[in-house]
Every structure is written in C-alpha cells, then in structure tokens.
C-alpha cells in the first residue's frame, strides 16, 4: 500500500505539470478550497493529499511516508494503514478548513464585496477561492504520530544533528515547530495547523483503537489476525477430539485402513499446511490466498 501511495502521488504531481501546458488546472480542480467558496467540492477533501505543489514539496513527503509509512504497513496490514492514512489526511484537511473560517470571522471578509490583495483588487469570492489546500503533509504527519507512539524509544538519526534521537522525542519536537510556526503567523503558504490537524486525528484514532480492540484489533494488531488465530486454535481442537473420538470406536484392526503412524503424519501435514496459510495471511492478508488456499481454510473452517 505505501508503495501504491507513492505511485499515486507521484503520477499526480508529473500530470499536474502536463496538464498544466494544456491549460487544465489539476490544482484549482482537485485542491482542498475553502468550504465557503464556489470552487468547493467535498470530493477535495481526499483528493487535495494527493496534489504538490513542487519538487521539494513532494520529495519531503514521499521520503517521509517511505521511510516510515512501510514500517507501519507491517505492524498493521495494508487496509488498516491506508485506513488511518487517508483519516490523517481528511483530518488535516477539516483542521484548515476550521482555521480559514475562523481567519474569515476574524477579518470580516464577508461584509465586503471586493478585496485588495498583492495590490490587485478581486471580488471577495474570487479571493477565498485562493485559499486552496494541497500535499499530503498532514497524512503524512500522522504517520509520523503513529510511528512515535508505536516505536518511541526507536533512536533515529536526523539531519543536521550528530546523535541519535529517540521517536517519541523527534515527535515532540515536530509538534513544538509545527505550533511556533504557526503561531508565528501566515505568509510561509505553509498550513502548519493542517500538519498538526492530521497528527491530532490520528492520535485519536489510535487512541480509539487501543481502548475499543474489538473494532479493530488490538494496538498494532488487526481483527483479522484474532479472528484467524481462533480459526487455528478451533481446528486444533477439533482435530484432539476427533482423534479421541476415534480411539473410542475403534473397531477391530482392518488391514485396509491407514495406521496409526500414517494417519498421524496426515494429519501433521495438514496442521502445516493450514499454519502456512495462517502465516501467509499475517504477512499479506488474506487477498493473497489462492483460490485453493482460501478453499482449503473454508474446508478447514467447517470440520
């Protein structure tokens, strides 16, 4: 999954420049616009992460999602990665969407029909359509959270300083910058409290999950892992009773039925078999089963 998040976004930003020479404006299409404004969509608020608007832009955030975005694909699986991902992401989005309205009470641009901006007078609704939101930076902050809440004594090393920093350190730092930052005030065309915004909802939600395992496994830990580890301890069972059940009702000795050892050795190759699959699916869930491989855990499953 992260390596198709980084094809995506990588795909985005080369056509954001072809199309750009054809007259066709990806980031006035699909850019996160303030909700008040007439170029708004809710559809923005999933695709404006996926939009940059530079080569330094997206190189820092496509380093930042490999470098840590796989590591925490691993500890939960594709689906609920990309789950917390693209809620980090909206909940930037909704976190700038909240300090634009709140910059637009504040200035009173709504009592006024035009405004004076960069010496060039526009109607106030062209003005807040200017305020357009992109890069996957707050998705990517709440990667970040989660790595540090995840791994916080992992030491990293981070440029410029010479010795190791420990995660849960480098998180608080990052916060720290993000707030002075922003309330240094505007003028970076950086949306610090976007960054913040996805770190926020992203530690809610692991928050949640932590005190609610049941809707999504436990911390680093998915629900389907449980499900299927109660999957192998009932057919473990299963097979203990039906081998004492067949101990009881053994009837006399038939040379045409299989001994004790062969069917002991049956039965010890399909316990491998199934603890293979088992295994496959922890690794890369269970969409990359074969079709005799998931026939097989249902066959399994019903015993």
């Known amino acids: 999954m992260t390596k ?13 420049f072809v199309l750009e020479r054809s007259g066709i404006d990806l980031t006035r299409m699909f850019g996160l616009h303030f909700f008040l ?74 009592a006024y029909q035009y405004v004076s901006a960069g010496g060039v007078q526009m109607t106030t609704d062209a003005y807040i359509n200017l305020w357009t939101t992109i890069g996957a930076s707050g998705a990517v902050y709440g ?32 916060i720290a910058i993000e707030l002075f930052s922003a309330m240094s005030g505007p003028g970076d065309g950086v949306a610090h409290m976007a960054h913040l915004g996805g770190m926020l909802f992203g530690f ?40 004492a059940n067949m101990d009881m009702n053994r009837e006399e000795p038939d040379p045409r039925r299989e001994s004790d050892e062969e069917y002991n050795a049956r039965q010890r190759r399909n316990q491998e078999e199934i603890d293979a699959i088992l295994d496959k699916i922890r690794k890369s869930g269970y969409d990359s089963l074969t079709k005799e491989e998931k026939r097989r855990l249902f066959e399994q499953s019903r015993k």
């Open 4 to 16: 198709n998040l980084l094809v995506v976004n990588v795909l985005a930003f080369i056509a954001t």
């Open 37 to 110: 404004a007439s170029e708004f969509r809710v559809y923005q608020f999933f695709t404006y992460m996926f939009l940059h608007g530079g080569f330094t832009h997206i190189l820092f955030n496509m380093f930042a999602l490999w470098m840590f975005g796989s590591v925490i694909e691993r500890v939960w699986g594709p689906k609920k990665f990309l789950f917390y991902y693209i809620c980090c992401g909206v909940g930037a989005g909704m976190t700038q969407e909240l300090v634009q309205y709140i910059s637009y009470q504040m200035e009173g641009i709504a």
């Open 143 to 174: 990667i970040l959270l989660a790595f540090g809440m995840i791994f916080p004594n992992e030491r990293l090393f981070i440029i410029p300083f010479p010795f190791p920093i420990k995660a849960k350190w480098l998180i608080v730092g990052y």
């Open 204 to 243: 809610l939600l692991i928050r949640y999950w932590q005190h609610h395992p049941d809707s999504s496994g436990r911390y680093g830990r998915s629900n389907g892992m449980d499900f299927f580890d109660n999957m192998k301890r009932k057919f473990e069972e299963s097979q203990r009773k039906r081998r």
